[in-house]
C-alpha cells in the first residue's frame, strides 16, 4: 500500500446562506485547531450537516491539516467498514488489499487531517 500524495481533499460543494450559527461555527473552528474532537447533537434538520459540511469543511484550516481535508458519510457503515473506508482515502494500491482494523489504525495514526464523519452512529 502507498500513501496518496497529499493534501487528500474530499469536500461538499459550499452552502454560501448559513444564518446564525456564527458562535457554533466559531466554537468548532476553535475545537478542531486544538485537536479536539467535536461532536454535534440535536433534532434532525436543525442544520448540523450544512454546519460542518458546506461551511467548516471548507474553512482555511491547510496549516493545521497538512493530509488533508476529509469528509465522508458515515450512515450505516460498522466501524470496520468506516475504518477500510478511511485507509482507502489515504492509501492505495494495485491489488485488492484487505487489511485488518489494527493495521488500518495503524496506517492512518501519522495522518493529520481534518476528518469529517456525517450521520456517524457507532459505539465509543
Known sequence: MTRRPVPVTIRPRPFKD???REAEQR???ESSKAREP???HSEPGVGKTVLLLRQLAHVKLSTEYPGGVIYLRARGLATPDLLQSLSDTFYMT???VKP???EIVRQLQ???A???LDDLDIER
Request: hydrophobic share 45%.
Open 18 to 20: 448559513l444564518l446564525n
Open 27 to 29: 466554537t468548532t473552528i
Open 38 to 40: 467535536v461532536g454535534l
Open 94 to 96: 494495485d491489488q485488492p
Open 100 to 102: 485488518d482494523t489494527n
Open 110 to 112: 501519522p495522518i493529520q
Open 114 to 116: 481534518l476528518i469529517i
